[in-house]
């Protein structure tokens, strides 16, 4: 494990690390975990979105779901938030968490959340927990401070059906922007989102098939010079784009396990 390892070790002061711990869509395309990055800045890591899979990418990957201070969420599907039951429940029973744990996601993610825990382990939302939970709805386009990770939160209502507003994430911490488009198609809230981002990280569910409520590399190469991102990575792909991805021009494509450096 080095240094620069982003599973657990504390990342030098000004590295932001990124290691995507599932990468897929939600279908598992090509033997993918649903989607769940993990973000290490400084004394700080969080998630951004806990698909439905992320307990058995944080199991894969060694990650101590003990160190993860907050989770921050694109929008409410399963395979982007399906994840935190198993996250909450494993935290109170396995792992025995005793520091707090902050959730951001869309307005109206509260209570998304407790018929998610009712529906997945009936009285869970009952029980008394050794940690405490603080959940925070982002209000569009309001950069919001969560707690003491360091990380600085705007989101931007895209279009993508998902029973509260979902958001594309702008994040800042230690001066560095990521960016995640989240699902959606392609919405000009993305170029505000993504605007000279350090790291873009962007759905391409199609390669060039234009389809509603998901994006295609197509599509999104054309919109880049609007954007401006440094570095851009792909996630969210159907078995056709991932079976193109050696024809993708000035970009990346993500793998579970992929980590990246933000220097
Ligand atoms: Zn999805
Ligand atoms: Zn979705």
């Not at 390892?5 to 990342?11: E, G, I, K, R, S």
């Not at 769940?36 to 060694?62: H, Q």
């Not at 008394?128 to 386009?141: A, D, Q, T």
């Amino acid at each position: 494990m080095g240094y620069y390892d982003a599973t657990n070790l504390v990342a030098e002061a000004c590295i932001v690390l990124i290691k995507f711990l599932g990468s897929g869509d939600a279908f598992g395309s090509g033997g993918r975990l649903n989607t769940c990055f993990l973000v290490n800045r400084g004394n700080a890591r969080f998630l951004i979105d806990c698909g439905a899979s992320a307990m058995i990418s944080i199991r894969r990957f060694g990650v101590d779901p003990n160190n993860i201070d907050a989770i921050v969420l694109s929008h409410l599907h399963a395979d982007h938030f399906g994840g935190l039951p198993f996250f909450i429940l494993d935290a109170q029973l396995v792992s025995r968490r005793a520091r707090p744990l902050m959730i951001a996601g869309p307005m109206g993610f509260g209570a998304r959340l407790d018929a998610l825990m009712e529906a997945h382990f009936p009285g869970s939302t009952k029980v008394e927990r050794k940690f405490s939970i603080e959940l925070i709805e982002l209000p569009p386009e309001v950069p919001i401070d969560i707690g003491m990770t360091g990380m600085c939160v705007t989101g931007y209502v895209v279009v993508h059906p998902s029973g509260t507003p979902s958001l594309s994430l702008r994040i800042e911490c230690d001066g560095k922007i990521i960016a995640y488009t989240g699902d959606t198609e392609w919405v000009d809230a993305l170029i505000e989102a993504g605007r000279n981002a350090d790291l873009l990280i962007a759905e391409a569910y199609w390669y060039e098939r234009k389809v509603r409520f998901h994006l295609d590399y197509t599509t999104l190469r054309q919109k880049l010079p609007l954007i401006g991102a440094k570095r851009l990575i792909l996630t969210h792909m159907s078995p056709d784009m991932l079976g193109r991805v050696n024809e993708l021009r000035d970009c990346e494509a993500a793998d579970d396990g992929l980590e990246v450096e933000i220097a």
